[in-house]
T-cell receptor
């Protein structure tokens, strides 16, 4: 079965650079979520989209922005990167956004800031 | 506010032992959903189970079983006859249905090591 696709799998950037992470949800899934998982930490919710509109917002820095496109894929744009942004970034998708559907996660993008 | 507590940071067992991972949650909503996810060393998050707040039936899937008790706000996960491949970090998570907030709130995770 098709899963959530994230690209790239690994990304190395320097401080103050920008990065764009991409997420392709499971076909027919209309909701996308972004989470950030620091080393040894639990995933923290950043932002979510339902039918191309932002549906919820968590602890996402102002330096980050995201959107969901007409084909339902999503991109997380990160600017002025800091060392603390080094983390595993997960995208998840679900059918609907009522919270009662399991969120299926991609394999994550490991972002390293040098 | 939502909160999930996994008091066991790390557990180490020998293969074939049974092991229970504890999860206690806090929520003000009457309708909510509980989840367990597995994160193996390779890093991906694997969905294991979803349970809604109105269904307190225990569930069994192969060697895995879950015990949901609203009276104690707990959703514990038991692995029977553990195997080395069960070694991973296990996260319990909560999602509230009301208020339009569907985000998952995770516990800190329990790292399970199954030794041969």
């Amino acid at each position: 079965a098709a899963g959530v696709i994230q690209s790239p799998r690994h990304l190395i950037k320097e401080k103050r650079e920008t990065a764009t992470l991409k997420c392709y949800p499971i076909p027919r899934h209309d909701t996308v979520y972004w989470y950030q998982q620091g080393p040894g930490q639990d995933p923290q919710f950043l932002i979510s989209f339902y039918e191309k509109m932002q549906s919820d917002k968590g602890s996402i820095p102002d330096r980050f922005s995201a959107q969901q496109f007409s084909d339902y894929h999503s991109e997380l744009n990160m600017s002025s990167l800091e060392l603390g942004d080094s983390a595993l970034y997960f995208c998840a998708s679900s059918l609907g956004h009522a919270g009662n559907q399991p969120q299926h996660f991609g394999d994550g993008t490991r972002l390293s800031i040098l | 506010a939502q909160k999930v507590t996994q008091a066991q940071t790390e557990i180490s067992v020998v293969e074939k032992e049974d092991v229970t991972l504890d999860c206690v949650y806090e929520t003000r909503d009457t309708t909510y959903y509980l989840f367990w996810y597995k994160q193996p060393p390779s890093g991906e998050l694997v969905f294991l189970i979803r349970r809604n707040s109105f269904d307190e039936q225990n569930e069994i899937s192969g060697r895995y079983s879950w015990n949901f008790q609203k009276s104690t706000s707990s959703f514990n996960f038991t692995i029977t006859a553990s195997q080395v491949v069960d070694s991973a970090v296990y996260f319990c998570a909560l999602s509230e249905a009301q208020g339009g907030s569907e985000k998952l709130v995770f516990g800190k995770g329990t790292k399970l090591t199954v030794n041969p």
